[in-house]
């Protein structure tokens, strides 16, 4: 009968465990000084060795040289333990038997030494399950056991241990395991079974696993069903529903090219390939968490310990990284990982990824306040948001000293519009903006041009923004369509502030009223 690649491959001593050095280490120790806890807990994730360990150390406390830090293998308890048939080593799970009446029952069975080896081991799986009651039951036991009773709790849940259960035992945390010893391990059983496989190939596979030995293992025995001695990456990829590199590498190409339809196009094609969509998200956010990294690091420092991918992956994720700002790939982190929480629990897991997608280009328009001041004191004028490719790029200023200046920016605007009865209008009046308003002063021949409806799509479409539009009929009339300003100080410190050029920049880029200045020499 078959036997999958996890159990056949399953360590039988401590040499054989993938990493968790530090446990290895300390129960070998204890073994050697006869120094043998009563209790102990050990905790982690799924599939990194907690019931292989506290197997292993029921044979090197039962094997007939022991105890010993390296069993025989070929001795009767050695060879039962092994099997899981010997009744000096009881395993039981606390899934199905959580409650008070199990624990009485196994606090009964505590009393009687072993029938044969020198040690009666009960490994308890999933212990965090165990009621509350029932630990209060076991917990003397725990606490004053038999000489020949040694209890392993394995939980992943480590904080769901009662306090006074946890305070009677030694506690081991298991620690997922590395990528690259993950890939080693994968490789040596591939040799063993006649599998070919590259590196890309059990990059795929040990991605799968997340740190767990048996999930990457389960992915193997899958994969070797599916494609048989020989197993491909794009093969294993599709597979194991995974996503490909140059497949997340189109959400970066379209965040470099601010493309918001090419996003669209992106969540199409998944869902014309039958591919999860909550799935997706959650590698794009790994995708972009590795993006980060690399960023941070630099190539150098991108080592599979930090980044779980092949080394040509690492290579090629340095370079895509090297495109963004840490600023930017940050945003598109957080962003990606509200999006994967949002999909969680959406009727619509199209629309919100669609929408999230279309965020991410949004976010990459964005400038830091940082820049935005720097350009302002450099004698910028008001950034304006890159526009999606096939969305029409926005009108080219006049070049020279006038390119700032709102009236030049304007007339440059309205006659590549064709429009111009208005470019000549305001050719011949003074055009100013202060904060959210736009300033005109013209001849009373002017005034219905600017009324006319084009001349504010125009004024919203040269500077990126909505403004006010006040028209005044010569110097000294009042404004014929200017709601009433706020009041302000008329002071010398507040006119010396609205006079000075880096404050009148910031109201044109920022908008906003002045209302109150204050002296701080006073």
Known sequence: MYQVIARKY?????????????????????????RIAHGYIFSGQRGTGKTTVARIL???????????????????????ITAGGTVDVIEIDAASNRGINEMRELRENVRYQPARDRYKVFIVDEAHQITSEA????????????????????????HKIPATIASRCQHFSFRSVDFEDLMTRMAWICQQENIEADPETLAVLAQAGEGSVRDSLSALDQAIACCGSKLNAAEVRALLGAFSLESLERVTAALRDGDSRRMLEVVDELERSGHNLQHFSRELSRYFRNLLVARIGGPEAGSARLIAASSAQRQKLAEIAAGFSEEDLTRYLQL?????????????????????????????????????????????????????????????????????????????????????????????SSVTIAGSDL??????????YFDDKQFAEAVRAVFGRPLRIQVTIGAGEEPAAAMPPAA?????????????????????????????VRNLKE
């Open 336 to 428: 990606s990982l509200d999006l994967f929480r949002d999909l969680q629990s959406s009727l619509q897991p199209r629309f919100h990824l669609e929408i999230g997608l279309v965020r991410l280009v949004q976010a990459g328009r964005l400038l830091p306040i940082e820049q935005a001041l720097a350009d302002l004191k450099n004698g910028g004028t008001a950034p304006r948001p890159a526009r999606p490719s096939g969305g029409g790029a926005p009108p080219a200023p006049p070049a020279g000293p006038a390119a700032g200046q709102p009236q030049q920016q304007l007339h440059a605007h309205l006659s590549q519009k064709g429009l111009t009865h208005l470019a000549d209008a305001v050719e011949n």
């Open 135 to 158: 630990f209060n039951a076991l917990l003397k036991t725990i606490e004053e056991p038999p000489p020949w009773v040694v209890f392993v709790l394995c939980t992943t849940e480590a």
């Open 439 to 448: 300033q005109v002063v013209t001849a009373k021949s002017y005034k219905l």
């Open 488 to 516: 302000i100080q008329t002071d010398d410190a507040t006119s010396r502030a609205l006079a000075n050029p880096e404050v009148r920049r910031f109201r044109e880029v920022f908008g906003g009223e002045v209302r109150r």
């Open 58 to 80: 029921a044979r090197c406390l039962n094997c007939i040289q022991g105890p010993t830090t390296t069993p025989c293998g070929v001795c009767a308890s050695c060879l039962e």
């Open 10 to 34: 399953r360590p039988q001593t401590f040499q054989d465990v993938v990493n968790q050095e530090h446990v290895k280490t300390t129960l070998e120790n204890a073994i050697v000084q006869n």
